[in-house]
């Protein structure tokens, strides 16, 4: 199953509200996470089961869609959500990443 | 607190073998699938391997299948990844990563280990 990010990047300003969208190359109902990756750091669990917020992950994120489609959007970017996000598929093996896509500072 | 550190990593010649190791705390180990994912300098991230709670479960990439074995010592909360025939093309940030009861993605992921492989 191939993922599919875009943008590639991102640039906006504190307190902008982003969204990052993710195509699944086949139907993955809701098995689809969401990773934040900061420089030079491992990934960490945002999002899992299309919506639902990992343990202390600000109520800021959210995530949404189903079938082949999805999105995460960031309501008011504060200077640490400034990262590499990725998502992927957990429906089927091999699993498989979006390419990432990088939300920098206007 | 959940804990993953890796180790083994280090530089090797192509067609060499490196053994990782992901030490764990602060969680039921062996009730747990585990699994390794990677990172190429400046790249996305790719998933390696996973393994089941028991052991008796494992899948692979296509890229590294056939070359590359996971196990893991439920007695010693430790999971490993043996590395052979390695080539330039694996050379990456390993990392390894718990997975929830229920999904196969990772709710918690160690620092990292970097292999890096000389042509």
């Known amino acids: 199953i191939q993922m599919t990010q875009s943008p590639a990047s991102l640039s906006a300003s504190v307190g902008d509200t982003v969204t990052i969208t993710c195509r699944a190359s086949q139907d993955i109902t809701n098995h689809l996470a969401w990773f934040q990756q900061k420089p030079g750091e491992a990934p960490k669990s945002l999002i899992y089961?299309?919506?639902s917020l990992q343990s202390g992950v600000p109520s800021r994120f959210s995530g949404g869609g189903s079938g082949t489609d999805f999105a995460l959007t960031i309501s008011g970017l504060y200077p640490e959500d400034f990262a590499t996000y990725y998502c992927?598929?957990?429906?089927?093996?091999?699993?498989?990443f979006g390419g990432g896509t990088k939300v920098e500072i206007k | 607190e959940v804990q993953l550190l890796e180790s083994g990593g280090g530089m090797v010649q192509a067609g060499g073998s490196l053994r990782l190791s992901c030490a764990t705390s602060g969680f039921n180990f062996g009730s747990y699938g585990m699994g390794w994912a990677r990172q190429p300098p400046g790249k996305g991230l790719e998933w390696v391997s996973t393994?089941?709670?028991?052991?008796?479960?494992?899948f692979y990439a296509d890229s590294v299948k056939g070359r590359f074995t996971i196990s893991r010592d439920n007695s010693k909360k430790t999971l490993f990844l043996q590395m052979n025939s390695l080539t330039a093309e694996d050379t990456a940030i390993y990392y390894c990563?718990?997975?929830?009861?229920?999904?196969?993605?990772?709710?918690?992921w160690g620092p990292g280990s970097l292999v890096s492989v000389s042509s």
């Open positions: 992927q598929q957990y429906k089927a093996f091999p699993l498989t």
């Open positions: 089961a299309t919506s």
């Open positions: 990563g718990k997975f929830p009861f229920w999904g196969w993605f990772f709710d918690f």
């Open positions: 393994i089941s709670d028991s052991g008796a479960g494992t």
